[in-house]
């Protein structure tokens, strides 16, 4: 694709008579009923913040650009979540290439918003350009509806190259739009501390962030119970993992902006595969399946959730155990979970349960007080991974956070993170007896801490063995 005119190379010629036909007999459609978003005062005080931390310095967050899928197919876009948090701006109305500026001045920092905006019925772009075309990409707000839906000064994205022309001292988040990263002078260092500065400010989740955060993870509930309806339909056909997969992805496209990473749908040894993805397995009666998902809502923020359950509505016994061993561990870790408490705690809470479980099974060599030494660990060979991990608009977020700001930090209330562990025995395991090789088990909920402990957002949805079942039978019945 011409970047610049948005045409093709099988793109047919516009003659100049049809050119002329196409600006004329256009009614005015102006967007009717935009109103602020309820996420402005929000953005406003996070910018606020990041201002106070900055002054005298240009920064600039970009949206990033459509990643190319093949040839001149791009993948559906999502905006950086920076640009996002900052900005408030939701999944339909996130446009490629936008940009948003804190230009300094005397009282701080002025937000200016870079888009390119609707395409006027007076020009060809409407109907020519494949990547911003209003007959091809749908319905763009102007300038004027953008302004007033985020309230931020708005400006079209082609002034941007000159306004920043002056070359102020600026701080980008560099890697997302190759265009500006060529105009902003590198400073690693210091552009480095930039997104690990807008990383950790979404470690402790405000009002609005919580509330998206739980309409996520309602959402996701429901994605869950349509997953179990499919089961049936999941059995009779080969890869049935997919229809799974499927039945997801329309609740998240129908309530959300996406899923908010690719669902996990791992029947039988599969779920002994931590990132199983490939989706392309049988789903058998007797088996157990683990299903890893999240819906991301329009505001971006995502929950994540598992949960293993029986193919055919009922636990064998060896899988009742192990599913009963992660189930009592998990509890133990969000017990763990409350203010003040160090990050690690409650891994740690939950390894003491599996480590203790395992040996009563076995299958460690040695006691679980030895084996939970930190020179030793025996029972991570079936639990290899973190208990949990922050969560927010990235399903891992808070990523660019320093150490003593995430894995080693103290909890504090408005922080949102997961409690998921889990055991996996693979069915080469020959430490296990032979009926329990194959089953790979992992319960994830999402918790907010809260300034007493903590609250499960995801609560409603069942995960002691007996609720599901019970669940499960509920959700076939009907």
């Not at 998240?252 to 199983?276: F, K, M």
């Amino acid at each position: 694709m011409n970047e610049k005119s948005g045409t093709r190379t099988h793109d047919l010629p516009t003659p100049q008579l049809i050119a002329e036909f196409m600006k004329t007999g256009w009614a005015p459609s102006p967007l009717e009923g935009i109103t602020p978003s309820t996420v402005i005062p929000f953005c406003e005080s996070r910018r606020e913040i990041l201002s106070k931390k900055y002054p005298g310095i240009r920064l600039i967050l970009p949206a990033g650009s459509a990643k190319v899928r093949s040839n001149d197919t791009d993948y559906r876009f999502r905006p950086h979540t920076a640009f996002a948090y900052f900005t408030g701006i939701t999944g339909s109305d996130a446009l490629p290439d936008s940009v948003l500026i804190l230009e300094p001045n005397d009282a701080g920092h002025e937000a200016l918003l870079f888009v390119h905006p609707r395409s006027a019925r007076d020009t060809d772009d409407f109907y020519r350009d494949a990547k911003h075309g209003e007959f091809w990409v749908g319905r763009r707000m102007t300038v004027e509806e953008t302004e007033l839906r985020y309230g931020i000064p708005v400006r079209h994205i082609d002034s941007v190259s000159e306004f920043l022309s002056d070359e102020k001292e600026a701080l980008i988040v560099r890697g997302e739009d190759r265009s500006l990263d060529k105009q902003i002078e590198k400073r690693k260092k210091k552009e480095a501390e930039f997104l690990t500065t807008v990383s950790e400010m979404r470690l402790i989740k405000d009002n609005f962030e919580i509330a998206e955060m739980q309409k996520a993870v309602d959402a996701t509930n429901r994605g869950f119970a349509d997953m179990v309806r499919v089961l049936p339909a999941a059995i009779q056909v080969p890869r049935g993992e997919r229809i799974i997969e499927g039945a997801f992805f329309g609740r998240a496209r129908l309530e959300g902006n996406d899923i908010g990473y690719d669902t996990i749908a791992a029947s039988g040894s599969h779920a002994c595969i931590l990132h199983w993805i490939k989706n392309d397995g049988d789903v058998l009666p007797g088996d157990l399946i683990l299903i890893d998902a999240g819906i991301e809502v329009e505001s971006f923020y995502t929950a994540d959730i598992t949960r293993t359950l029986p193919v055919n509505g009922k636990f064998s016994p060896a899988q009742r155990i192990i599913c009963k061993l992660v189930y009592e561990a998990q509890r133990a870790g969000i017990a763990a979970v409350k203010p003040g408490a160090s990050f690690r705690d409650f891994h740690n809470a939950a390894q003491k349960v599996l480590a203790e479980g395992l040996a009563e099974l076995g299958v460690l060599p040695i006691s679980a007080e030895e084996s939970l030494k930190p020179d030793a660990g025996l029972h991570r060979r079936w639990t290899v991974h973190g208990t949990g991990h922050m969560l927010g608009m990235d399903v891992h977020d808070c990523a660019h956070a320093r150490e003593d700001q995430y894995p080693k930090a103290i909890l504090k209330p408005g922080m949102v993170l997961t409690v998921e562990p889990g055991i996996y025995i693979h069915p080469d395991d020959e430490l296990f007896p032979i009926e329990y090789r194959g089953i790979g088990v992992r319960i994830e909920d999402d918790v907010v801490v809260t300034e007493t402990g903590c609250r499960v957002l995801s609560s409603n949805l069942p995960s002691h063995p007996d609720e599901v079942e019970v669940w499960m039978s509920n959700l076939l019945r009907g």
